[in-house]
């Protein structure tokens, strides 16, 4: 059984910046890929960024490409999420995601975390 656990969250003003943290431990299998979903009050959980476990494919959603930045430390089984230039709408409970299947710009995951709350003021 896989374990993450999201850090970083919390209350920010509308053009700031905060970095996510996920550490995952437990039964980890090589080459899993991970990633980021977030989900505000009273809609559904969405994707936000993915990436392998080489780094080399990487995948945003449109609403936050060119403002945040997901990278990993495979050998810290870490996966992080830099949010700059937030702003209101970003403000959501933001899950980390590992395992599972990603192709094509897709990502479906296997283990979640327990979410932390990024809540940005105007």
């Known amino acids: 059984q896989v374990q993450l656990v999201e850090s970083g969250g919390g209350l920010v003003q509308a053009g700031g910046s905060l970095r996510l943290s996920c550490a995952a431990s437990?039964?980890?299998?090589?080459?899993?890929?991970m990633g980021w979903f977030r989900q505000a009050p009273g809609k559904e959980r969405e994707f936000v960024a993915a990436?392998?476990?080489?780094?080399?494919?990487?995948d945003y959603a449109d609403s936050v490409k060119g403002r945040f930045t997901i990278s990993r430390d495979n050998a810290k089984n870490a996966v992080y999420l830099q949010m700059n230039s937030l702003k209101p709408e970003d403000t959501a409970v933001y899950y980390c995601?590992?395992?599972?299947?990603?192709?094509?710009?897709?990502?479906?995951?296997?283990?979640w975390g327990q979410g932390t709350q990024v809540t940005v003021s105007s």
């Open positions: 437990g039964v980890i299998f090589d080459k899993y890929a």
């Open positions: 995601a590992s395992d599972g299947e990603y192709y094509s710009g897709y990502y479906y995951p296997t283990y």
């Open positions: 990436i392998s476990w080489a780094s080399d494919s990487i």
